[in-house]
């Protein structure tokens, strides 16, 4: 090697491990809804409604609204599967309870976010916090009322309490 090759990638070297790294040189962490605790909320959710002779499908998606657990229960009819994921993924989306999101579009019809793919205005999602984090959301379908199946959502959330810390 020449000296002045050597004495330029000697100031290269020196140059380069003089720079400051970047301020977010570091991954940022992120909180996510485990699998386990999505079995819970979602046969929870299922059972609650079960008790109360409702044929219902539950579906629990995460942060980023993929689907992680569906569940079409016995007897339930074809409609409620697509209806319990898009319930999950409008409160995910939003940040609120599907009925919320519901409400919202009630109190103005010229919204376009109704219209949006896989988001619909139909109580019975509720969104999976852990702290303030909206890390994932629960959509049930299939009780008589949307009213019902939100009361089974909250069952499943309730019984994962302890897994969302």
């Known amino acids: ?42 046969q929870a959710a299922y059972d609650a409604c079960v008790q109360q002779g409702y044929h219902v499908s539950v579906t629990v998606v995460g942060g980023e609204g993929q689907v992680v657990l569906g569940l079409r229960g016995d007897g339930s009819s074809p409609h409620t599967l697509e209806n319990s994921q898009r319930k999950a993924y409008t409160a995910r989306t939003f940040r609120v309870s599907s009925g919320e999101f519901a409400q919202r579009v009630k109190d103005n019809p010229t919204s376009g976010q109704a219209h949006l793919a896989g988001v619909i205005a139909i109580q019975g999602g509720l969104p999976i916090k852990l702290g303030d984090a909206v890390i994932g959301a629960v959509g049930v379908s299939g009780a008589p009322g949307g009213e019902k199946d939100e009361a089974c959502a909250k069952a499943g959330i309730d019984k994962a309490v302890d897994q969302l810390k």
């Open 1 to 42: 090697m020449t000296p002045k090759l050597l004495f330029s990638s000697f100031v290269s070297v020196a140059l380069l491990s003089s720079l400051p790294a970047p301020a977010q040189a570091e991954l940022p962490s992120i909180k996510i809804l485990s699998a386990q605790a999505a079995l819970t909320i979602g």
